[in-house]
């Protein structure tokens, strides 16, 4: 007996040897310097701003060295699964402009030479190593049921001793070959331990790229690496995969810190190429007076979707993103404002190694900020894009009305200093609704005009201002003027300086002309420059709307 027998009965179908797969997936023909990494997710739903974070990190160093980011789906914990949990987290990753460059791009469908890409397909690959282990003694069939584990843990509980199967305590591993034969044709149930060489007394050290220098006790638990199931667990498949995938850098959570002894030692006992670390720490929130982890389950803003419904950009988020990856990005961005996140080069040193605190606030300006510069094509195209997904009533007005709404979305913009109205394109309505006359009819009911004038006057001021002070075809300079004759006509002050030093001289100044004007057109007492709104409403909506006024 020998046990190349034992390896054989356990994978009798595994005909392969390590070398065929070494072979088929030889090294990836990158220049000197050029990153692989990729983003592993359980299909388990939807992309968490967590996950986001990582998949966006590990994209964005990948393509910053011409290398290769691709999608791994981990899919071994079969009970995790979800329905159309891989299509949406692809979704949600492409609707945030995420380049794929590799592996799964859709529910069944994947792109690339290294593949299958998605655990479940990788069988035969993670037995033909395993096989290969237990060939040379570094592992074995473990047939211990839960049973009895939760009694070795009750033990190690009691002496106070580390708790795991290890030593002593890893009964499976001192059977005879005899016996582990005997067991398996006898039907037990086993799994496949790895045989730890590790001594806890003993300390690795690693450096990780965000995190440091860490140093650990050795791991010397007998992992298990193949289920009963004949699936691997995450660490075998994380070593098989990231080798033969050829990844140079895992950018991951930092929940698998305390995992790193036990891939270590799977890389060193198989023989592969240490790839890098890179551990992220988790993105905080205020939780009162405390600080929690963003949660999915507790935090609405977690999810991806919920910035693709409200409408910020994808953009924006990113921006934001950066700004909490690397320290020295926004004050690269203020000296560069036309640049884009592909021009900054993302350095896994100005990472902070304490998790960074979300502020929706500070995304928001982001937000706006992003908003303001975009021309107001774009705008009109990404709001109307927008609009056909989440706002079908403001996607048909943007259809029918595309010269006024661009005119009206380009009121002070396309400037040195643009207005920043909008964080998001579900606030454009909210603001803008008193532009297209089916909104306006029905909505118009509730005027608040300045404190000092009355309904008649202003009516008497509108009367007088559209019969003698307005025409359509005058300058901004023109209207003005004209604003200011009227106000002096009418005992308003049209100097707001000598108005402040002579109060009681007056009945008011022109801001309350000016607003009276524009609550009757828009019913609002602040929009943008009330010319250009004029201007597009024209002297026949005006009249309409005086009409409304009226009523
Ligand atoms: N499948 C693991 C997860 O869902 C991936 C961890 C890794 O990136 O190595 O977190």
Known sequence: MTNKDLANLIFPNIDKSIDYYENLYAERDLKEGSIVSRFAPSPTGFVHMGSLFSAFLASKVAHDTNGIFYIRIEDTDQERKVENGVENIIRDLTNFGIDIDEGVVGENEEIGKYGPYVQSKRRDIYQCYAK???EKGLAYPCFCSSAELDEIRNIQEVNKE???YYGSFAKCRYLSLEEQIKKIENGEKYVIRLKSPGDISHRVKIKDLIKGELEFPENNLDIVIIKSDGLPTYHFAHAIDDHLMH???IVRGDEWVSSLPVHLQLFQVLNFKFPKYAHLSPIMVQDGNSKRKLSKRKDAYAAISYYHELGIPNEAVK?????????????????????????FKFDFKKVSSSGSLFDMDKLLNISKNYISYLSKEELYERVLQWAQKYDTELYQLY??????TIAFLNIERERKKPRKDYASFSEIKENSWYMYDELFDAKAKEYILPENISKEDAIDIIDLYLSKYYSENDSEDEWFAKMK???DSLGYASNIKEYKENKEQFKGSIVDISNTIRVIFTTKMTTPNLYDILKILGANRMKKRIDIFKR
């Open 132 to 134: 290969d282990l237990i």
């Open 162 to 164: 580390e708790i795991g």
């Open 247 to 249: 990844t140079t850098h």
């Open 319 to 343: 921006l934001y993103l950066m700004t909490i990856a690397n320290s020295n990005f926004e004050a690269w961005y203020q000296s560069n404002p036309n640049g884009t996140i592909d021009d």
């Open 399 to 404: 259809i029918d009305h595309k010269e006024d």
């Open 485 to 487: 004759e009227m106000c």
